[in-house]
């Protein structure tokens, strides 16, 4: 069946250094969502790419759709402790659903 | 808070029993979600809404599972002979057409621990 695959499952990383977490799916996907969890909270909306090579900025979070749509990758510039989370990317499933990879931890030494 | 809402937030049971929770969405809401999640995983896809109809539901889904959504509002999900294996967190999400299907607003989950 369809699978979303992220990498790494973690990454420590100390404040002020850059994080980026990888996204592949088994499938061509129409779009792909990224989606972050704080600890002991829930899943979060980040951003939607839909265009093939599309690049979009939220302040120092940099995403990226692959031009072949099957992966994506999502990017920290200069690490904060607010950075702190897991880190999910979904893509849509064939049942209206999304399904999501098993996530990045991302941890933040200040 | 216009958020979704979820009740219980802990639910304790006896293997063998069955439970119910509740998810109220953002109100012009009309699609409405079922996940749970287990440590260390992603969201899995249980089951979703459109109003009032279910559309679909997953193959993890078992028949001990039930959910419905009875006047297009809030939504409920019944789990009948728990097992441990069910103990997760179990979330809740709904989206509009408005924003995009996939953009979805999670709720703070049910945590069922099963014993």
């Known amino acids: 069946g369809q699978q979303v695959m992220q990498i790494p499952q973690y990454q420590h990383v100390q404040e002020g250094e850059d994080f980026t977490t990888y996204c592949n799916s088994s499938?061509?996907?129409?779009?792909i969502q990224w989606y972050k969890q704080r600890p002991g909270g829930h899943p979060v909306f980040l951003i939607q790419?839909?265009?093939?090579?599309e690049v979009k900025k939220q302040k120092r979070l940099t995403f990226q759709f692959g031009e072949a749509k099957k992966n994506s990758s999502l990017h920290i510039t200069a690490t904060q402790t607010t950075d702190v989370g897991t880190y999910f990317c979904?893509?849509?499933?064939?049942?209206?659903?999304?399904?999501f990879g098993k996530g990045t931890k991302l941890s933040v030494k200040p | 808070d216009t958020g979704v809402s979820q009740d219980p937030r802990h639910k304790i049971t006896k293997r063998g029993q069955n439970v119910t929770f509740r998810c109220d969405p953002i109100?012009?809401?009309?699609?409405l979600y079922w996940y749970r999640q287990t440590l260390g995983q992603g969201p899995e896809f249980l089951t979703y809404?459109?109003?009032?109809?279910?559309?679909?539901k997953s193959r993890l889904l078992s028949d001990r599972f039930s959910a419905e959504r009875p006047k297009g509002s809030f939504s409920t999900l019944e789990i009948q002979r728990t097992e441990q294996g069910d103990s997760a967190m179990y979330l809740c999400?709904?989206?509009?057409?408005?924003?995009?299907?996939?953009?979805?607003?999670f709720g703070p989950g049910t945590r069922l621990t099963v014993t």
């Open positions: 999400a709904s989206s509009s057409p408005d924003r995009g299907y996939y953009e979805q607003y």
């Open positions: 499938t061509t996907l129409s779009n």
């Open positions: 790419l839909v265009k093939s090579g």
């Open positions: 979904a893509g849509p499933g064939s049942q209206g659903n999304l399904i």
């Open positions: 109100s012009e809401h009309n699609r």
């Open positions: 809404f459109q109003n009032e109809a279910q559309l679909e």
